[in-house]
């Protein structure tokens, strides 16, 4: 049997009119039902919005929540099982319930409350870099207390996350090929996110956690764990430490896994991890076409 890795975008990879094609399989529509006496609105009518409300925090994350954690289910009743499981930022959640840590609303709870803290979130920047020199780079931030390295995507690709300020010092003193500022609305996974996840932390201790039915390659520490406690411990940092997912993509081969399923919209991980190990299988299921037969 080939040895499999699930993995899980987050924020940035939505796309409007995801997940309405799959409204007319059986499972997927209670899921939606689900999920909109949890949320209050209802996701594929937000994913369908052209007023792209999709982009906005509190909608983005529950509504790639529930659509990527949909697919994960359709691919289990395939008889597909992964070895090993990772998300990115937001896509964790789903890495999680895919492990069957939590139940679908337990974890859609907990999303819900994560979008809004962070949606409510202000006063910080993110910016985005690609082609810098690394060693620059993370002296420069080391020379300021008001910037971390929030996502460690690759060797070539990081996202910055700060104060305004501290974010346009970085970016006026780092030579880098492209630089983007993102459109969010606070300093996310960061210090600054401290009075968010201190309130979320008490959400997060209300959820009940199992062990994880196969290993969780996490944001914060990228070393396989099963272990209840130690994925909430995980977690509970998530909101203010760096996704670390350069190398958990490093650790795949590692793991001795030999595919990895991207399951969600867009490509973005399948993109990096390519770079990374060019020598893994790679399969995107973002739509009910892409499912397995």
Same mark, same amino acid.
């Given at each position: ?31 939606? =039902? %689900?999920? =909109? ?21 509190? /909608?983005? %994350?529950?509504?790639? /929540? ?22 990115? $930022?937001?896509?964790? /959640? ?20 994560? $979008?809004?803290?962070?949606? $409510? ?22 020379? @300021? ?5 929030? @996502?460690?995507?690759?060797?070539? %690709? ?36 401290? @009075? ?13 956690? $199992? ?17 209840? @406690? ?59 076409? =892409?499912?397995?037969?």
């Amino acid at each position: 049997m080939t040895k499999t890795a699930w993995v899980f975008p987050g924020q940035g990879s939505q796309a409007i009119g995801m997940g309405v094609d799959l409204l007319e399989l059986p499972g997927a529509k209670t899921k939606f =039902e %689900q999920a =909109e006496q949890i949320l209050g609105w209802s996701v594929p009518e937000i994913c369908k919005s052209e007023e792209d409300k999709l982009s906005r925090t509190l /909608y983005t %994350q529950p509504c790639l /929540y529930v659509v990527e954690s949909i697919l994960a289910d359709l691919i289990k009743e395939k008889g597909n099982q992964p070895d090993l499981v990772a998300g990115h $930022s937001l896509g964790e /959640y789903v890495a999680l319930y895919a492990a069957a840590v939590f139940d679908f609303e337990s974890g859609l709870k907990l999303v819900k409350r994560r $979008s809004e803290l962070m949606d $409510s979130a202000a006063g910080g920047m993110m910016a985005a870099l690609m082609g810098f020199k690394r060693e620059e780079l993370e002296a420069k931030i080391a020379q @300021n207390p008001d910037v971390v390295l929030a @996502n460690d995507n690759s060797s070539s %690709q990081v996202v910055i996350s700060g104060t305004p300020e501290g974010v346009e010092a970085i970016l006026s003193q780092v030579k880098a090929k492209r630089a983007v500022r993102l459109n969010v609305s606070g300093a996310f996974h960061s210090p600054l996110m401290a @009075n968010a996840a201190t309130e979320f932390k008490e959400v997060l201790e209300s959820v009940t956690f $199992s062990d994880a039915a196969v290993p969780v390659l996490s944001n914060v520490d990228p070393v396989p764990a099963v272990d209840a @406690n130690l994925l909430k411990q995980r977690l509970t940092q998530q909101m203010t430490g760096a996704v670390r997912w350069r190398e958990i993509q490093d650790e795949l081969p590692k793991q001795g896994i030999e595919q990895v399923i991207e399951i969600g919209p867009g490509k973005v991980l399948t993109g990096l991890i390519k770079r990374a190990c060019p020598d893994l299988t790679l399969v995107n299921i973002g739509s009910a076409a =892409e499912l397995p037969g």
